[in-house]
């Protein structure tokens, strides 16, 4: 934070796929995606309440504490700064509701197609890993934080959708990692708050993006990103991780540097060639691949261009 310029983050509406890919997905940069939410029947249905009513009986586990929803949505609607609800982050949108629910996220945002991550994997524990990207549901309240700054697993990229209420977002390059401390995917400093300097003197090099996040726009978060986040009212919001041509390369990285077993020097070689393979596999299925497998219908405009 040593310029005064202020590092600022793109809005783009109805961007074409092409130019998402050129400007955005090839080149690992962040872009605020709007337009392509406004047919969601979500925006005007999805609310706290909309999901206490509907699916209040069912059991959640958030931040290891099971509670059933409605009672989960009441500590949301008596959330404050001071007293922040916790944060429901890995509720998997089709299983809570079925196709009734994904129905209301409907054209889903095209740019995270297509997604390599769902689908049959020889080995069984890459499979587990990479299937574990599913559509997934963000509820949280007012003044809840996300509690730690971290890129998102195997270096997939994210998108966030923004349902209901504001989120504010500080994201930072990869290459900032020394300065965040971070080990892995986790930085060591957790509270933008407070960051100690004694302890973290460089953290002063850092070169944050800091926005806000409005119901109906996407962000796009590029693998390797660093990111945290803190809910400006009461939120609702889906995301899913996803991995392609782009980033696959990355993927295959992360996973030769952080599973144990892909640390062998064969073992890993060999791990690297098949899904190296399977990447080209994957390309021949085209620019949606992996819909089918989240249970989802994409929005396809990149076919009309
Ligand atoms: O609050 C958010 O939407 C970010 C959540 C996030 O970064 C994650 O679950 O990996
Ligand atoms: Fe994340």
């Known amino acids: 934070m040593e310029t005064t310029e202020t590092l600022a983050i793109a809005r783009r509406r109805n961007l074409p796929y092409a130019e998402f890919e050129r400007d955005y997905l090839i080149p690992n ?33 958030v931040e290891g504490e ?29 299983d809570l509701g079925g196709r009734k629910l994904m129905n209301d996220i409907e054209p889903f945002c095209e740019y995270s197609f297509p997604n390599w991550l769902p689908g049959d994997y020889l080995v069984s524990k890459v499979k587990n890993l990479f ?10 309240g007012e003044g809840t934080k996300l509690g730690e700054i971290h890129y998102d ?32 995917p986790m930085a060591a400093i957790k509270d933008l708050d407070s960051v100690d300097r004694e302890r973290f003197p460089l953290f002063d090099r850092a070169t944050p993006i800091s926005f806000v996040q409005e119901p109906g ?8 990103w660093w990111h945290t986040t803190r809910l400006l009212s009461a939120s609702i919001a889906v995301g899913v991780n996803f991995a392609n041509a782009s980033n696959w390369a990355a993927v295959i990285q992360d996973l030769r540097e952080s599973s144990s077993l892909a640390r062998l020097p064969l073992v890993g070689t060999a791990l690297a060639t098949y899904l190296s393979a399977l990447g080209r596999a994957k390309e021949a299925r085209g620019p949606f691949a992996g819909a089918d497998e989240l249970g989802i219908v994409p929005a396809q405009t990149r076919l009309e261009a």
Not at 83 to 89: A, E, G, R, T
Request: proline share 9%.
């Open 153 to 184: 697993y195997i270096h997939a990229h994210t998108v966030l959708c923004q349902i209901y209420g504001r989120k504010a977002f500080t994201v930072f390059p990869p290459e900032d990692a020394p300065w965040l401390y971070a080990k892995g």
């Open 217 to 224: 726009e996407i962000v796009f978060l590029p693998s390797g």
């Open 131 to 140: 299937n574990s990207a599913q559509i997934e549901l963000f509820i949280g």
């Open 66 to 94: 099971e509670s059933t929803l409605g009672a989960f949505i009441d500590r949301v609607l008596d959330s404050s700064p001071a007293h922040p609800s916790p944060y429901l982050k890995d509720v998997v949108v089709k």
């Open 29 to 61: 940069r962040p872009v605020i995606l709007t337009g392509c939410m406004e047919n969601w029947p979500a925006l005007s249905k999805w609310s706290p309440e909309f999901f206490k009513r509907e699916y209040g009986a069912a059991s959640v586990t």
